[in-house]
């Protein structure tokens, strides 16, 4: 295994003394990993570096072609003050899922995690303590080939970001305004859905901005061809609570894989609740409503983990759920999930990793 060169920041930057105000995505820490790609030596050089800006020529094919994928993780301190990570191996194995399809060479999973977990502990002081904070992870990797000309990039970078950071959604817990979009689409089967890869993430920005203009926080998804089954929301996989049968889309190529989706499923079932992934259509949502059967729905994911939904606007159809307020099942598992990945539990499931 390679040796990982640790260089450390001369200047360390100041880091935030209200926690309460760390926002998602705006701070970064003082060093980050990077590890480069060359064709003929494969993944080499990896190292841990102060954080700062980076030179690639103008002519980077990422910056053309769009071929990048990126992972979003956390590192959590526990109420002990250890510090945990939470199922890294599947966000390794999804980066990996990521890269196959956009003609990216594989990583060696364990290798990077590690290397995640190396640069966590240099940056452990950037770990914050306040309840609902975390330290957020940005794997990524671009290809940086000074070429202009449309074929798999022969050099690239992989960096891994460490950003400080406080509730996704400015809601926090509280359910969040969604906008069905009926017009534009976002991925279809046999594309790139289920990848993390940046041009999923700009195919939705157009939408993304009518829901802010309506004042709402995030678009649901339908899907591609039809444009009547749900996919999912913009940054999360989503739940329905129908009757007594918890419904979330299934995965099919054009939603992405979600670790907070998967840990929700087996949560579920684990407590012997009735869970299909399964096609659910606008239709069969906006009829549930009207029959008082849509009792729940919350999205999962990485950055807000749970993040119920109060108001859904199909059109001129609005649905208001559970009249506007966080549902049982949504606060059960926001407070098992969390409870888990900040120590506040046992972790019976074996998904934490500590760093040390």
């Known amino acids: 295994m390679q040796e990982i060169s640790v260089q450390l920041t001369k200047h360390p930057k100041q880091k935030p003394t209200d926690e309460s105000k760390l926002g998602f995505g705006t701070i970064f820490s003082d060093h980050m990993f990077v590890m480069n790609y060359d064709e003929g030596e494969g993944w080499h050089n990896p190292r841990i570096v102060p954080y700062g800006n980076f030179e690639i020529s103008p002519a980077a094919m990422c910056l053309h072609y769009g071929q990048s994928v990126f992972e979003g993780m956390k590192a959590y301190r526990a109420v002990d003050g ?3 990570l939470f199922r890294p191996d599947k ?5 990996n899922s990521s890269c196959e399809r956009l003609c990216i060479p594989l990583i060696d999973e364990k290798f990077v995690e590690q290397a995640i977990e190396k640069l966590v502990l240099i940056d452990k002081d950037w770990v914050p303590h306040a309840d609902g904070t975390s330290l957020y992870l940005r794997p990524f990797i671009i290809g940086v080939d000074p070429h202009i000309g449309v074929h798999p990039a022969k050099h690239l970078i992989l ?9 996704y959604y400015p809601e926090g817990l509280n359910p969040v305004k969604i906008y069905v979009e009926t017009n534009y ?5 046999g594309g790139m859905g289920f990848a993390k890869t940046a041009g999923n993430y700009a195919a939705s920005l157009k939408a993304q901005d009518e829901a802010e203009k309506q004042d709402y926080t995030q678009v649901l998804w339908l899907d591609g061809v039809e444009r009547k089954y749900i996919e999912e929301v913009g940054t999360m996989n989503v739940f329905f609570v129908i009757g007594d049968e918890v419904v979330t889309p299934s995965l099919q190529g054009s939603i992405l894989p979600g670790i907070t989706r998967m840990s929700a499923l087996e949560l579920l079932r684990s407590w012997g ?3 299909t992934e399964r096609r659910l259509t606008i239709q069969e949502l906006a009829d549930a409503s009207k029959q008082g059967r849509l009792k729940e729905a919350f999205g999962t994911g ?3 983990v749970i993040s119920p939904i109060g108001h859904l606007k199909w059109g001129d159809d609005i649905m208001v759920i559970n009249n506007g307020q966080i549902g049982p099942i949504s606060q059960r598992l926001y407070d098992t999930l969390t409870g888990i990945q900040w120590g506040k539990i046992k972790d019976t499931f074996g998904w934490t ?3 040390k």
């Not at 960096?159 to 509730?167: D, E, I, K, Y």
């Not at 689409?185 to 089967?189: K, L, M, N, P």
């Open 82 to 84: 250890r510090i945990l």
């Open 91 to 95: 966000n390794m194995a999804r980066l």
């Open 159 to 167: 960096f891994v970001l460490c950003s400080p950071s406080g509730a």
């Open 185 to 189: 689409v976002r991925a279809v089967r």
């Open 273 to 275: 609740m009735k869970v």
């Open 302 to 304: 990485t950055a807000a």
């Open 353 to 355: 990793v500590e760093v």
